[in-house]
């Protein structure tokens, strides 16, 4: 497996992306080239890249304009766009910017992240195989979509399929909307890295899995290896916190035995908690905010950690600052006095 890494501080002895890929080599026989984007240097290049040798190709983006002939990465991007049939192409930037989180690259920036080998080549591995994806099916493919939502996925996906969104106003210090929305591949992982494997939707985080089941996260953590068959195995797993399908744990709780008609007698949560054995009351989701049992929403403590609360909708807020997706729900805002 071969990266190639096009970077402006690549010829800089002490950078410290250098010897992580040294390790990364050592450990998982991943190589890197890391060029400068010289024309030279590039030249020597392209062949390769025309000939497929490369896995995965990393274009870092700020790069500093005096020292390059290419005023900016995407001009680097689209020469390389030109050669490289089949494989990704990446942009990243070190600067916050909305359009630079796509890719989620401070992965690869991030020493933790490439600390992760395993993690890394499987991340490889998963734009190698998003980059070939073209049809809604292959899509529900790579993502092993449970058979129940395979509509709902491909109606979500339909409008990143078929066309790119408008274009927002250019920033110098952004990725230009144009180069994402032109790629089908990065729409796809920005869909996926942004909505599918960020919020609570199709896909549910621990603590949407514990609410989910009227559960506390610790009984969850203690039952949670009977609910694996749920987990999203797909591309990308391995990058990101796990996550459940939410249709294949109330599946799992339907199939258990009830003898004492539990889902007839209970609303869902309730019957769930208790087919699953969660006696103490500790056991149960509480609401953060009135300590009622069983509540329906999921939260955060602004200024905070993200950490995601159980909550009723009635003891939280609204949260205006994020956009509304069909199919996906934010974290209600959650006051503290
Ligand atoms: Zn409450």
Request: glycine share 4%; aromatic share 8%.
């Amino acid at each position: 497996m071969k990266v190639l890494v096009i970077d402006d501080k690549s010829n800089d002895g002490s950078y410290p992306r250098k010897g992580l890929l040294d390790v990364l080599e050592q450990r998982q026989q991943i190589t890197c080239d890391i060029i400068e984007p010289e024309p030279e240097a590039l030249k020597q290049k392209l062949s390769k890249i025309q000939a497929g040798e490369y896995d995965l190709i990393i274009v870092d983006y700020m790069l500093e304009r005096a020292r390059t002939i290419f005023k900016t990465g995407t001009a680097l991007y689209s020469l390389i766009h030109a050669y490289a049939h089949s494989t990704p192409i990446y942009l990243i930037s070190v600067k916050t910017a909305p359009t630079n989180q796509i890719g989620d690259f401070d992965l690869f920036i991030k020493d933790d992240a490439i600390n992760d080998h395993a993690a890394f080549k499987a991340d490889i591995e998963s734009h190698r195989a998003l980059r070939s994806c073209t049809s809604p099916n292959a899509f529900l493919t790579l993502i092993q979509c449970p058979e129940t939502l395979q509509d709902d996925i491909v109606t979500m996906i339909k409008p990143i399929l078929a066309k790119p969104e408008s274009s927002t106003l250019e920033n110098e210090n952004q990725i230009p909307e144009k180069e994402i929305v032109d790629s089908l591949n990065l729409r796809l992982f920005r869909w996926l890295a942004r909505s599918l494997l960020r919020k609570e939707g199709p896909l549910v985080s621990k603590a949407g899995a514990a609410g989910l089941l009227g559960i506390s996260l610790d009984y969850f953590d203690s039952i949670s290896p009977q609910f694996d068959n749920a987990l999203y195995s797909g591309i990308f797993s391995q990058s990101f916190e796990k996550r459940w399908w939410g249709v294949l744990l109330e599946d799992k709780v339907f199939e258990k035995t009830d003898p004492e008609s539990y889902l007839e007698k209970f609303p869902f949560k309730e019957a769930a908690s208790r087919l699953l054995g969660a006696t103490n009351e500790n056991d149960l989701s509480k609401c953060v905010v009135c300590q009622g049992l069983y509540p329906d929403g999921l939260g955060i403590v602004t200024d905070q950690e993200n950490e995601l609360l159980p909550v009723h909708i009635s003891c939280s807020e609204f949260n205006d600052t994020l956009p509304q997706e069909a199919f996906f729900r934010n974290p209600r805002i959650i006051e503290v006095e």
